[in-house]
């Protein structure tokens, strides 16, 4: 809810006017069980910073993070232990995420040991059930990582996230390291997974073509803050917010018969450290106004729940204003 995290710039480079990178600017959105929403968007534009805000890895500046009701930022340690076990992380580099001393059972009940004592049977049994969840045979507990593809690993990585049973799994870029066909053996892997455990994800990629496949939901974040959210159907059927539809426009097409988008993505990303004034997308965006240099453009609601942050394709409804006076 109203998520912002500003990091402190070093000394070294503090110029006049800026002090912060504005990482997250009031970002909100919900996930429910069962439910997979992708935050989608270019490198730097603070998917990562959310997935840690979430995580409890850094504080929001502003904002707070619910579950079930509970604001977890304010929270303790003790009782962030209890709520933290149903938060679990999948990485993108398994590899480098997997304790190369570890054999792949040890690697997997971790997270269960790091809460109560197993026996050595128990732990192998939890070993091997965590594994025929992810599809592998229990003979591979005895293995270590560098054993193993880079496919296998990530379904460690998975099963070791399923070991505390978590209500959400927050996967940053979680198949972005693997060849194309792996891709999809994880990503229906975890299709397979949601249906049977009722888990939320919050899938972060700049990948589209995966977020097609697994997103329910999709929020498009440009510097830090989201400018489009809608339903995955909704939003590949038709974007609105015109960086939105850059993003699909330059993405390869597993369907030829599909029309590209008329705006083209041109220009880098700018720096969050001096984001544009007005909408941030300013500078790259065909269809800008003056206007649009100034004012930040709120998030209307557009129907269906889809909801987009653009002076000109969604123009906030200004009451008792005649229809279309507002933006001509
Ligand atoms: Fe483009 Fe203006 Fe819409 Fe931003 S608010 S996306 S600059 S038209
Ligand atoms: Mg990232």
Redesign the pocket.
Known sequence: ESLTKHFPLSPGILSKNISVVRAVEDVSFSVSAGETLCIVGESGCGKSTIARLLMRLAEPTAGRVLIDGTDIAGLKRNALRAWRRRMQMVFQDPYSSLNPRLNAGQIITEPVENFERLSHKQRKALAAELLRKVGMLPQVMDRFPSELSGGQRQRLGIARALALQPSLIIADEAVSALDVSVQAQILNLLMDLQQEMGIAYLFISHDLGVVEHIAHRVAVMYLGRI?ELASSEALFAEAV???TEALIAAAPLPDPTRVRASVTLEGEVPSPVKPPS?????P??????E???V?V?PLVPMGDGRVV??????PARVLGSAPGNANP
């Open positions: 400018v917010h015109p960086y007005g909408c941030a997308f300013h790259r965006c065909p269809l800008a106004l206007r649009c240099r004012e453009p942050a653009c002076h000109v394709r969604a």
